[in-house]
């Protein structure tokens, strides 16, 4: 892809945009329709992307495999860390109410909810990627 100036250059402009689309989908999705799932989905397409124009191996210099898996971890860690947050806090596993008072609570709660989900289906999502990117094909 060295001599797509064209492709390059538009992916470079296109890429940001993609990022912050995923992050107003993450944002806005206690308010409507989408969330963590969309908005993690998003950014692994800008990496995706970026793969695609620029070659496996600088996207693997951007973000190497092992933070991917270090991703889908700690997106379970934070789900559950909020969940059990209610627990300390003194309501049941997953209760926003004890976080704030009424609204602000449950608002916080899913936002730290789908900051999991988000995290979670990103790293997946980039780590199939890789894992079926960087396969070779055998001839039979």
């Not at 989908?25 to 970026?50: K, N, T």
């Not at 860390?81 to 449950?106: H, P, R």
Request: net charge neutral; proline share 3%; charged share 10%.
């Amino acid at each position: 892809m060295d001599d797509r100036v064209i492709l390059r250059v538009g992916a470079k402009m296109l890429i940001p945009f993609i990022m912050i689309f995923g992050l107003y989908v993450h944002f806005h999705g206690d308010y409507g329709p989408g969330g963590g799932f969309q908005a993690g989905v998003i950014f692994a397409s800008a990496f995706v992307l970026y793969s695609l124009v620029f070659g496996l191996g600088n996207a693997i210099r951007v973000l190497p495999p092992k933070v991917a898996y270090i991703c889908s971890a700690l997106g379970v860690a934070i789900y559950l860390g909020v969940g059990f947050l209610g627990i300390i806090l003194g309501g049941e596993f997953m209760d926003y109410n004890v976080l704030a008072y009424s609204y602000t609570g449950q608002h916080y709660g899913i936002i730290g909810v789908e900051l999991g989900v988000v995290t979670t289906v990103f790293g997946v999502m980039v780590a199939l990627f890789y894992a079926f990117a960087g396969r070779r094909r055998v001839d039979s």
